[in-house]
């Protein structure tokens, strides 16, 4: 069962790896969920709901060994509301040493239509399937999703029965980001005032921000008795995505004199992971993105440096540190060495093994020996794009663009694929597209390309430009990025690392386990 915990404090809830990874193209790999998980652990999330078991083996897996490598976070997995899903689920995540099962309905009358159940129908069914989940883990979630659209009285009686049959946690999801702050507050203290055995669970919340109002709404429903945020790292997840960790927990901090609840939150290590977050997911952060944004700390109109200067407080009203933002450091150029640049990378909150530092400082000296001087930014966007791995099937050698006005792009690519290396010649409609068309000439797919985006990471003339690629096929959807002071190489290794992404996906699905289709959204 939950433990009792202080009157102001607040769980958190990190849902990135099965809400936020849900988002099209937000797919991670293995290797990147476990890393995910760990830095969730290490910050002081209280649970993190690692995945949703029976979607997938991959799914399965991922949930299985973040159990197992749990250290002080709870292990919560997702299940519909069926038996079969719930026993997956208690299988991926029993390894844990505190373990939740999720378990979910759609009870409002549109989501009610869907498995086409009468009102007492799905009350029977939500009590037989929370007490199963009960019977195999002693902390149970449950939710009934689309609460904020959910008749009044049916909503608390079906919560009603959800406490009866054994949820320790009740959540009242607002799946389509509907509700507004003042609703929000009172929804959930009429449930606590109303519903027998309220006061002997925990409320949470778990708010979409198809209006703008995720973080609000979250932080009002803790004004109205919730114990519980669910949230992901930079806001991830579908449409307009969650309630965003870094916003609830820094609004919790800052306005402490009105908001006085407290989280268990190493603060200092939001931006290492929403940076992280936003590597491998490949959702980019929007530069005036509140707390973790590029711009959320910048002070560039000389009104406010000078305030600045004067006193910080003028136009600041939290401290970089606070989020692990180190305050502004000299440059580093080609001279620099080793040694400095993992010093460096520390600052911006990276932590390198001696192999990755190995692998990043030959990519660092290449920069710098085309770029003067190698900023910040362009240490992040370093980290932020893969070099390519040492498995990949396959990999750019080298290219030859030429373009002009009035004429067609010729783009001569030589790549090694499968450990052969071939090159193709291909004409376009611009550099990227003969580009583009070379490297499927070379390694001919149908994936559909659903995004093409580039950032140039600082200002200049031998500024670095992002660019990330977001491909899909037969539903499968795989994001890739690079950066290079080459925009068209950068977009042709963003690219191949889309390609060599759906490769490994592809790969999976051939091994006839991966059932990725199942969404929680199919009630039936
Ligand atoms: O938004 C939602 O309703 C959900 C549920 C599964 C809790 O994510
Ligand atoms: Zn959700």
Partial sequence: MTDKIPQDRVLIFDTTLRDGEQSPGATMTHDEKLEIAAMLDDMGVDIIEAGFPIASEGDFAAVSQIAKNAVDSRICGLARANFADIDRCWEAIKHAGKNRIHTFIGTSPLHRAIPNLSMDEMANKIHDTVSHARNLCEDVQWSPMDATRTEWDYLCRVIEIAIKAGATTINIPDTVGYTAPEESANLIRRLIETVPGADEVIFATHCHNDLGMATANALAAVAGGARQI??????????????????VVMAMKTRHDIMPWTTGIDTTKIMAISRRVSTV????????????????????????????LKNRENFEIMRPEDIGLAGTSLPLGKHSGRAALRDKLEHLGFELGDNQLKDVFVRFKDLADRKKEVMDDDLIALMRVSGGDEG???????????CGTGGQAEATVEMEIDGKDISATAFGDGPVDATFKAIRDLHPNEARLQLYQVHAVTEGMDAQATVSVRVEEDGNVATGQSADTDTVVASARAYINALNRLLVRRAKMGEGADTREISYRDLT
């Fill in 392 to 402: 990949d099937a396959l990999k750019l050698v080298s290219m030859k663009v030429i």
């Fill in 230 to 247: 669910e949230c992901t790292i930079n806001g991830l997840g579908e449409r307009a995505g969650n309630t965003a960790l870094e916003e």
């Fill in 281 to 308: 997911s490949g959702f980019l952060v929007q530069p005036n993105k509140a707390i973790v944004g590029k711009n959320a700390f910048a002070h560039e109109s000389g009104i406010h440096q000078d305030g600045m």
